[in-house]
């Protein structure tokens, strides 16, 4: 059997993050779900006491201090999915990961910039009324991507098995 996450790649970050300690749980997460890097645009916080496992310093971390440069940093091959409570976004349970990807994340209360829901190549979401906590969001999307494991897009459709 083929491993359907084998040569792939995904990192996840929150921009402006609200607390300090959804970044160590986010962070926990992506280490337990095996991401191959993890960033913050904006706010900036140093080691936090809920990341047990201390992924900080087991997977890459990048620091950005504006979205233009996060997004020039962007890996290249690599789809932007940000997750936001748009209209326009896909949701979760039909959405199709592509194999190199980096997942962004808002602040809980105002969720993801202007320019970041812009520049995302495409946008996912939660059947739910509310916005979940930015840590909860991150890693359902983790576990997501590790149960159905990903696809190739070609000019931004899925290539789906025939």
Do not use: C
């Amino acid at each position: 059997m083929i491993d359907p996450l084998e040569n792939s790649f995904f990192g996840i970050g929150i921009e402006n993050g609200k607390t300090p300690e959804n970044l160590g749980v986010l962070w926990r997460s992506a280490q337990n779900f095996g991401a191959s890097f993890i960033f913050t645009i904006g706010n900036r916080y140093a080691k936090q006491a809920s990341d047990t496992h201390n992924a900080v310093n087991a997977i890459p971390y990048f620091h950005y201090k504006t979205f233009d440069e996060f997004y020039k940093h962007l890996p290249k091959g690599a789809m932007l999915i940000g997750v936001e409570l748009a209209d326009q976004a896909t949701l979760l349970e039909e959405f199709h990961h592509p194999r190199n990807a980096v997942y962004l994340l808002g602040a809980e209360d105002h969720g993801l910039s202007k320019k970041a829901v812009e520049k995302s190549h495409h946008l996912i979401k939660f059947m739910t009324p509310k916005s979940l906590n930015v840590s909860v969001a991150g890693s359902i999307v983790m576990y997501d991507r590790s149960v159905k494991g990903t696809t190739i897009y070609i000019d931004g459709s899925p290539k789906l098995p025939s």
